[in-house]
Each structure stands twice: as structure tokens, then as C-alpha cells.
Antibody
Framework: EVQLVESGGGLVQPGGSLRLSCAASGFTVSRTYMSWVRQAPGKGLEWVSLIYSSGYTHHADSVKGRFTTSRNNSGNTLYLQMNTLRTEDTAVYYC????????????WGLGTLVTVSS | QSALTQPASVSGSPGQSITISCTGTSSDVGNYNLVSWYQQVPGKAPKLMIYEVTKRPSGVSSRFSGSKSGNTASLTVSGLRAEDEADYYCCSYAGSPTLIFGGGTKLTVL
């Protein structure tokens, strides 16, 4: 079955770190571009990061320098390392698979909730 | 960069057509034919409805169509059905590479 499953969310204090994982099945993550997209409670979607098949990554200004996107080709898994977390990073984090040209995401995971609070 | 501008809400009766606008700038919507639209039912993951301005993924109803003029992209839903009620988001490529989402539009089927 073709799917994405996120994990690693939870409650963390401001200034803390968390690593999210996105396990893919039914396709190979390294053969397309992938993104992390987040959604704060009751708010809209916000793009977080993009990783191309080449491995090149780019992050939104709001997380640049704090978040890092990577992938494990053998494990077919996407990661989001989040450091120096802020309360405004509280959101459901989705990973999404790209098709055609960006920003065309045809497969999404169910998301994992990250809560940053003291 | 600021979010793309969408109306907060639109509504229509079953069978009618509605259009949701998505306004950006000459740096994003106006500069690339790379706009996608997503449907999101509350509590669920987004679903791709339109990509590259006008293209429809396999399995998406032909009642959904996309277009663009200048800095504004649009999503039209024809023959409204109760199941179309959801939040809709546009997303544009903005170079660098950077992606920008719209603020979202709540579609209500009366």
C-alpha cells in the first residue's frame, strides 16, 4: 500500500528539540521531492521544508537555522530535526510526496502533533 | 513572504458553481504556472485537487477546475454537492525554492 506515516510528535518545552519521522511505503522517497507542511491549531497550512531527489533542501524563513530536513534512503524515511523550538511551532506536522512540478503533493500522511509548551 | 490571499469563506447551493480566488504577486502566482489547490476536511489530511494551475489528478472529479490570470489563480467547483464542503487552500511556487500557501477558504454548501 502506498502511504506515509509520521511519528515522533509530542510535548516539548520551549528551547527543546524533537525529531519527526515519516516512513514511506509503496514508493521510494529518494526518487521524488518531499515536503514537510504544518498546521497550527485552527489555522491554515504552512510550508516548512522541501527536499529534492538530489538531496538539496530548502526551509521556510520561519524555521531556517532551527529545522533540518533529511532522509534515509535505505530506510525510505524522511526526517525533520527541530531544534530551539518555540511556542509558535505548535502544530500538526504533515509529510507530503511531490509529483510533477512543485508544489504538487499527491500523497499526505495523517500528521503528527507537536506541542511546544512549558 | 506573506500568505497568498484567499476569501475566508464562500458558499453556494447544491448544483450551483462557485469560484475561490487566490491572489499573490508577480514573484509567485504571477511568475510561475505552478499553483496547486488542496481540499481539507477538518481533522483530515489535505487532498490534491488541481496542480500546475489547470491539471487535475487522476480520480478528482471534473467538476473541479483551475485557472489563472495575472497574479490571481482561481478554483471553480461546478455542480456543487454536499460532499464538497471543506476548507480549500491554494499553494504557489515562489522561486528560491519557496512555497507559499493561501490562508484557506471555507466552502459551505447551503
Amino acid at each position: 500500500e502506498v502511504q506515509l506515516v509520521e511519528s515522533g510528535g509530542g510535548l516539548v518545552q520551549p528551547g527543546g528539540s524533537l525529531r519527526l519521522s515519516c516512513a514511506a511505503s509503496g514508493f521510494t522517497v529518494s526518487r521524488t521531492y518531499m515536503s514537510w507542511v504544518r498546521q497550527a491549531p485552527g489555522k491554515g497550512l504552512e510550508w516548512v521544508s522541501l527536499i529534492y531527489s538530489s538531496g538539496y533542501t530548502h526551509h521556510a524563513d520561519s524555521v531556517k537555522g532551527r529545522f533540518t530536513t533529511s532522509r534515509n534512503n535505505s530506510g525510505n524515511t524522511l526526517y525533520l530535526q527541530m531544534n530551539t523550538l518555540r511556542t509558535e511551532d505548535t502544530a500538526v506536522y504533515y509529510c507530503a510526496r511531490g509529483m510533477a512540478k512543485p508544489p504538487s503533493f499527491d500523497l499526505w500522511g495523517l500528521g503528527t502533533l507537536v506541542t511546544v509548551s512549558s | 513572504q506573506s500568505a497568498l490571499t484567499q476569501p475566508a469563506s464562500v458558499s453556494g447551493s447544491p448544483g450551483q458553481s462557485i469560484t475561490i480566488s487566490c491572489t499573490g504577486t508577480s514573484s509567485d502566482v504571477g511568475n510561475y504556472n505552478l499553483v496547486s489547490w488542496y481540499q481539507q476536511v477538518p481533522g483530515k489530511a489535505p487532498k490534491l485537487m488541481i496542480y500546475e494551475v489547470t491539471k487535475r489528478p487522476s480520480g478528482v472529479s471534473s467538476r473541479f477546475s483551475g485557472s489563472k490570470s495575472g497574479n490571481t489563480a482561481s478554483l471553480t467547483v461546478s455542480g456543487l454537492r454536499a460532499e464538497d464542503e471543506a476548507d480549500y487552500y491554494c499553494c504557489s511556487y515562489a522561486g528560491s525554492p519557496t512555497l507559499i500557501f493561501g490562508g484557506g477558504t471555507k466552502l459551505t454548501v447551503l
